[in-house]
Structures are given as structure tokens and as C-alpha cells.
């Protein structure tokens, strides 16, 4: 008998209705235009709604694919860990939130820096990821980022870092804080030299780490709809007691107001980025 398939159920040709068994996480819902999307088909298309272009999170491993070579990334100071030297406990220890997020991400932090090339060009890459406790700047996150530009430096390489983040990380209190001027430090230093610093701004990009090393790129690359910001935008409009321009803090709007240089979907990152670097390339 033939088979015809319509939603939940699927149809025999003599009318009867069998239930479909669809398997758990194959489908997922655009958090921007609330469409239902078959996770397959959002893989083959970098993660971005095919209905209203929202870019949707970016795994690691699909981000680092995307912007090097096939097998050319190798990470460094993957042994570094956040330590609990405060002895930070709010509805649970510093110590469990760091055991679960590792475990949840499968990450050991929420940055992840090492060597790599893009058409063979070499280059540093650090990529941060909102999986684990919201891309948060603790002091391995700022440590990493920092030893990746001095590396970059002293291989008179361009560094390259995908920023994303809630802000600094309060379970490290002023630590976190200090990772500011630790990573601008090294970025000065990288800058004297002329070896080129890109940064890709993907959403959301808030706190300490857009007052820091998101906002120091010679060339400041940000996806479509990325959110940018020092507070988020319900604070400052609390705060300043102003009615807020329409698409505040959006990359869109940092682009009409010159914080940022180039909005690039995130299908055109790797060309993009390609071509930056052979640009510095050049230069050096």
C-alpha cells in the first residue's frame, strides 16, 4: 500500500491513519520568527534560519571548520582551569557550576585559542562559546586570549577572536575585572607591530569582554542581528530614563554609528575573513 506523510501522522492509501515516530531533537524552533526548523537542514545551512536569516548559536567545532583549514586547527593551553580562589557559593559552588558547564559543553572553559591556517595563510584563533556559563570573562578566559596574541606577536602572525559573552565572570569577582587590562595590554603590544587583530562579533557580545579585547580589532566584523553592548539595553533605558532609538545595541545599528565595520552573514565569514588576511598579509 502506498505510504503519504502530512504532519504527525502518515496515511495509508485506504484511508488509515498511522502515528509517525519522530525523533527527539529533529526539529528546533527560530527563536526570532518562531518557525519550527528541521535540524538537518539548519546544519547544512550554518545554523541560520532559512525564513527570517537569524543566525542561531554556532557549535565550536562547526565554528572552527567554517574559518580554517580542514585539520590545521591545533589548540593551545588547553590544560589551563579556572580555580575557585574565592570560594564563590550563590545557589551552588563556583567549583560545581565550572564541573557542570564542562560537562554540558564539552569545553574546559569558555574560550578555546590555538594555531591555525585559512588558505594555508597561518594564523592565531581564539573562539568563545556561550555554552559554557554564557562565554563569561573569567581569568582562563582572559589568560588564553592573552597568550594567544603573544604568540601571535612573537610569529608575527594576525590573531583572530570570535567573541560572545554576558560579561565578566562574578564568581571571580575583581579577577575577572583585571582580564580587561591583561588582554588590552597584549593587544597594544600586537598593534605596535602592524600584524592585524580581527574580531567577529557574534550575538551576544555584552560587559566587560565589548569594554575590552571585542572593540580593539583593526578590523571589527560582526553577524547579522549580533547584540553589542556594555549593559544590555533594559538597564540603560532604566538607567538613563530615555526612550531608546530603534534597534539599539543590534550590529546593524553599530554599523550606522561606526563601532563596527562590516556586518557579514555568516555564510560569507570565510571569504571574508580570507581576504583579511592575505590584506595583513601583505603589510607585514
Avoid at 526548523?37 to 554556532?58: A, F, G, I, S
Avoid at 575590552?212 to 571589527?220: E, R
Wanted: with cysteine.
Amino acid at each position: 500500500m502506498a505510504l503519504f506523510s502530512s504532519g504527525k501522522y502518515s496515511t495509508l492509501s485506504g484511508g488509515a491513519k498511522r502515528k509517525m515516530v519522530i525523533p527527539d531533537g529533529s526539529w528546533v524552533k527560530c527563536k526570532n520568527c518562531g518557525r519550527t526548523l528541521l535540524n538537518e537542514r539548519l546544519e547544512d545551512n550554518l545554523q541560520v534560519c532559512w525564513y527570517c536569516n537569524h543566525h542561531l548559536p554556532l557549535s565550536l567545532k562547526s565554528r572552527i571548520k567554517l574559518l580554517t583549514d580542514e585539520g590545521s586547527f591545533r589548540e593551545d593551553d588547553a590544560e589551563l582551569r579556572s580555580v575557585d580562589r574565592l570560594g564563590f557559593v550563590d545557589s551552588k559552588s563556583y567549583v560545581t557550576r565550572l564541573q557542570e558547564n564542562q560537562k554540558k559543553s564539552g569545553m574546559s572553559d569558555a574560550v578555546c585559542c590555538g594555531h591555525a591556517t585559512l588558505n594555508q595563510i597561518p594564523f592565531l584563533l581564539g573562539i568563545m562559546d556561550f555554552s559554557f556559563m554564557g562565554a563569561s570573562m573569567g581569568s582562563v578566559v582572559g589568560e588564553r586570549i592573552t597568550r594567544m596574541v603573544e604568540r601571535a606577536t612573537e610569529k608575527k602572525q594576525t590573531a583572530v577572536l570570535v567573541t560572545a559573552s554576558g560579561g565578566a565572570r562574578m564568581q571571580e569577582g575583581i579577577l575577572s575585572l583585571m582580564q580587561m587590562a591583561k588582554t588590552s595590554g597584549a593587544l597594544a603590544r600586537h598593534r605596535e607591530k602592524k600584524l592585524g587583530y580581527i574580531v567577529i562579533i557574534t550575538n551576544p557580545t555584552y560587559g566587560g569582554v565589548t569594554a575590552s579585547f571585542a572593540t580593539l580589532g583593526d578590523v571589527i566584523i560582526s553577524e547579522p542581528g549580533a547584540m553589542v553592548g556594555f549593559a544590555g539595553p533594559r538597564v540603560v533605558q532604566e538607567t538613563t530614563r530615555a526612550v531608546l532609538p530603534e534597534g539599539f545595541q543590534t550590529a546593524e545599528f553599530l554599523l550606522d554609528h561606526g563601532l563596527i565595520d562590516r556586518v557579514t552573514e555568516r555564510k560569507n565569514l570565510r571569504k571574508e575573513l580570507a581576504f583579511l588576511l592575505e590584506i595583513f598579509k601583505k603589510k607585514m
